[in-house]
């Protein structure tokens, strides 16, 4: 089976500009998680789907940041305008219950110039 | 806010040495993750600890929950180049779905 696939792996970009992450899960997974990893703060959860509906989207940053689960399958993280403080790996992961093992993408790493 | 904070943030050790890592926090964990995180890659689990006091092994790997699930180690056993890796632990609080994830171990191993 295939697992959690995130595209793009990397991308830099300009201040200012938009950027959109994409999350494809495992089929039959029922939780989303999408985490950003920086060196000084580590793993940190933005945001948290059920059944395609967000339950928990306190650790989104700010407005700048918005994520959609347009259907059970895919996920989408952007962040517009984009700032160097952006700058980070970011992860989706899925599970199977939402306190199940989190399987996790490779990641996108963004660069904000 | 429950922190894990995990110890030594650094470590370089020679093939066949053996090695702790350390995972503390002062809050109570309902269950506790740790995973290994390669360059490029995301976080593995390697292993889920429910119980205070509870030991588990995979192959050259022991894990250890803390009697009042505060603490948790991860003891390797002739250490491999394979090894080599981030190792993060993650506490959860039970039913809640937000795991809380200790900025992790990045252990070397060199051949």
């Known amino acids: 089976d295939a697992g959690v696939i995130q595209s793009p792996r990397h991308e830099v970009t300009e201040m200012g500009q938009e950027v959109t992450l994409r999350c494809k899960l495992i089929?039959?997974?029922?939780?989303l998680f999408w985490y950003r990893q920086t060196m000084m703060r580590g793993l940190e959860l933005l945001i948290y789907?059920?059944?395609?509906?967000?339950?928990?989207d306190s650790g989104m940053p700010e407005d700048r940041f918005s994520a959609k689960m347009p259907n059970a399958s895919f996920s989408t993280l952007k962040i517009q305008p984009s700032e160097p403080r952006d700058s980070a790996v970011y992860f989706c992961?899925?599970?199977?219950?939402?306190?199940?093992?989190?399987?996790f993408g490779e990641g996108s790493r963004l660069t904000v110039l | 806010t429950q922190l894990l904070e995990q110890s030594p943030q650094f470590l370089s050790i020679q093939e066949g040495e053996n090695l702790t890592v350390y995972c503390n926090s002062s809050?109570?964990?309902?269950?506790l993750q740790w995973y290994r995180q390669e360059p490029g890659e995301g976080p593995v689990l390697l292993v889920t600890?429910?119980?205070?006091?509870e030991v588990k092994k995979l192959k050259r790997l022991t894990f250890q929950f803390g009697d009042a699930r505060k603490d948790s180690s991860l003891h390797i056993t002739a250490a491999q180049p394979g090894d080599t890796g981030l190792y993060l632990c993650?506490?959860?609080?039970?039913?809640?779905?937000?795991?809380?994830f200790g900025k992790g171990t990045l252990l070397t191993v060199n051949p």
């Open positions: 992961a899925s599970s199977l219950r939402s306190t199940g093992e989190l399987f």
């Open positions: 089929s039959g997974h029922n939780s």
């Open positions: 789907f059920n059944n395609n509906v967000p339950i928990d």
């Open positions: 809050s109570v964990f309902s269950s």
């Open positions: 600890v429910v119980t205070g006091g």
């Open positions: 993650a506490g959860s609080g039970g039913s809640n779905y937000k795991l809380t």
